[in-house]
């Protein structure tokens, strides 16, 4: 027996009717970016594996475990990216345009893959929008992309919905007397620690602050706090950024514990993370890699930036009913046809109608069908009104308008009035 085809185990078709609320949610992303003066990148899917160890780390789990590593026909270790930033760093790299010094700000959206347990909220193809800032090194630009992202929030409708979690992890050297402190520390404690954070401890000490073990967390209460180390640069930064986002009126909490994943994060890191998705509940998370560019070769130039992860925003939308009605409608206007003679007819008229109302949405009927079956199915169409013409109406050189959802009677309107009454209707619609 044959097996069926299927796609493979993680990884979603998104369908013709969930793209709707996508596109919207993209577009007013996109919208949101353009505005704050950030300008798209395109980078390819799948980059040199190299790439990925070197900016993300050799011991974090996307680069041990969940990576789609293979070999291209040259011998060639190629991956599909996990990421976005390792992309764009080598892209500003690779064109020189941060080298001298340039402030670039920059945003991208795309698919992603690591080979995760699939599970609500956590896929192995997945999609995310970022934004990279590199070359402002002031917490001004840490606050301008939070203080984006909660616009967004509010544009969305999920504001409620999110919180914002804040941690400061130093520069590397403060970073560094940290995890020796911590390392003492929790060397102390092995026996009680699970079998991750004893591996952790070896391999990313900091990681062990977010483990989900309780007797771990437990020995945790104790261990040094990353804020006593901070260096006075790092402290005036993070200052810095607390008093623009209280500024700018948005609410956030301290989490000594945020560490994030990845090696690159120096500085500022935060998340926005909601109580609405169960265990998946970081929407969006990033912060500051000042060290990432000349660590992957360039000249010193800082970073920072986020990834929001758009699954789970379009699930949190769909948890909140937050979906915009005028999505669902993608139809403004039917046009029901009867007859060979009227088909052609409505051919014309339509094409012509839309030579001169472009943003008309339009859906000519197509199969034919009795006069029944066709109003079914623009009814079905959701649309607000349906164009009837039949050999009557052709021979009047006419068509029947009829509102479909109880605005007015049905009227007769000339081929020549048509576009002008469509381009009203719809407008006021
Ligand atoms: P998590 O702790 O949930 O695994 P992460 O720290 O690995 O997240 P990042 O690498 O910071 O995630 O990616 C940014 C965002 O991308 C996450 O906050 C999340 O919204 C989304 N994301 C990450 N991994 C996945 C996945 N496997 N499926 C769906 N969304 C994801
Ligand atoms: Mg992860």
């Known amino acids: ?34 505005n704050y003066g950030y300008k798209q990148i395109r980078t390819p ?17 996307i680069v041990e475990k969940e990576m789609y590593t293979f070999e291209d026909r040259n011998g060639d270790s190629l991956t599909l990216r996990p990421e976005g930033t390792a992309a764009c760093v080598r892209a500003v790299l ?22 995760e347990r699939p599970q609500k909220g956590r896929y192995r193809q997945f999609h995310q929008i970022g934004c990279e800032v590199f070359n402002l090194d002031g917490p001004d630009i840490d606050a301008e992309l939070i203080v984006l992202t909660w616009r967004l929030w509010g544009q969305l409708g999920i504001r409620d919905a999110v919180k914002l979690e804040l941690n400061s992890l130093g520069t590397s050297e403060s970073r560094g007397r940290y995890r020796e402190a911590l390392v003492e520390f929790l060397s102390a404690h092995l026996d009680k620690l699970d079998e991750d954070s004893q591996r952790r401890l070896k391999t990313n000490p900091l990681r062990v602050l977010d483990t989900k ?24 930064h993070f200052e810095g950024l607390k008093a623009r986002l209280d500024a700018a009126g948005i609410p956030y909490v301290i989490n000594p514990k945020l560490v994030r994943g990845l090696d690159y994060y120096s500085k500022t890191v ?13 929407v969006c998370a990033g912060g500051r890699y000042d060290g990432l560019v000349e660590q992957m070769g360039g000249k010193p130039t800082t970073g920072v930036g986020f990834a929001m992860g758009i699954e789970r925003l379009i699930l949190l939308l769909e948890t909140l009913e937050q979906i915009p009605e005028e999505i669902s409608r993608q139809v403004d206007v039917y046009l029901c046809a009867f007859g060979e003679a009227a088909e052609l007819a409505a051919l014309t008229l ?15 009927n197509a199969g034919a069908g009795s006069f029944k079956s066709q109003f079914k199915k623009a009814d079905k169409s959701g649309a607000l009104y349906a164009l009837i013409l039949g050999d009557d109406e052709l021979a009047q050189q006419v ?14 309107i000339a081929f020549d009035a048509l576009a002008a009454h469509l381009a009203t209707c719809i407008v006021q619609g």
């Open 1 to 34: 027996m044959s097996k069926s085809l299927q796609a493979i185990r993680g990884m979603n078709d998104i369908l013709p009717e969930q793209t709707p609320l996508w596109r919207y949610f993209e577009a007013t992303v996109a919208r949101l970016l353009d």
């Open 45 to 61: 899917i799948v980059e040199f594996t190299e790439l990925f160890k070197r900016s993300i780390g050799e011991v974090t789990d």
């Open 94 to 115: 690779e064109h020189g345009i941060t080298g001298g010094g340039q402030t670039q700000k920059m945003w991208y959206i795309g698919p992603m893959y690591r080979h």
């Open 213 to 236: 073990n309780a007797d771990t967390q437990a020995v945790l209460v104790d261990a040094p706090k990353m804020a006593d180390y901070l260096d006075d640069e790092s402290r005036t």
């Open 270 to 282: 935060f998340e926005w993370v909601t109580d609405k998705l169960g265990a998946q509940g970081t």
């Open 350 to 364: 339509s094409e012509k109608v839309r030579d001169q109302v472009p943003d008309l949405r339009l859906q000519i």
């Open 399 to 412: 068509v029947g308008f009829k509102p479909l959802r109880g605005q007015g009677e049905q009227q007769s």
